[in-house]
């Protein structure tokens, strides 16, 4: 399961814009360090962009075609989870997903005709 801040950064930037991650803090009423933790880890597995310098963030292009793509026509969904060891890859519907973390972390796919969505946590 995606840790809530996570997952509310993800809601917040889903439009695809550039967003400053102090704004995004105040909009999820959390510290900037709490949201940076998880804004840091997305980046490192790709699914958003992280401009650490201006202090930016924003939801990775492939990502936001997923959403694009994978939008429901009423078919059934297939949905499951990797537990994806450190420094491991998985190809999912030729789309890699890489852990560059020094820890396990557990990838859940939604998946119809085309791969409709990733979540990424970590385990513990």
């Given amino acids: 399961m995606i840790p809530m801040v996570a997952r509310r950064v993800l ?19 959390a510290s900037t360090e709490d949201v940076e933790r ?24 492939w990502v936001l075609n997923l959403s694009e793509k994978g939008k429901s026509e009423g078919k059934k969904s297939a949905v499951g989870s990797i537990i994806l060891p450190p420094e491991a890859c998985v190809t ?6 890489s852990n ?23 385990v513990e």
């Fill in 92 to 97: 999912i519907q030729n789309i890699v997903v």
């Fill in 38 to 61: 998880p804004v840091d880890t997305l980046s490192h597995l790709g699914v958003l962009i992280y401009d650490e310098n201006a202090g930016k963030v924003r939801l990775s292009p």
């Fill in 11 to 29: 809601e917040t930037i889903i439009d695809g814009r550039w967003h400053n991650l102090e704004d995004l803090a105040d909009k999820l009423k």
């Fill in 100 to 122: 560059f973390l020094d820890k396990p972390v557990e990838v859940g796919v939604k998946v119809d005709a085309r791969l409709k969505e990733i979540s990424i946590s970590r």
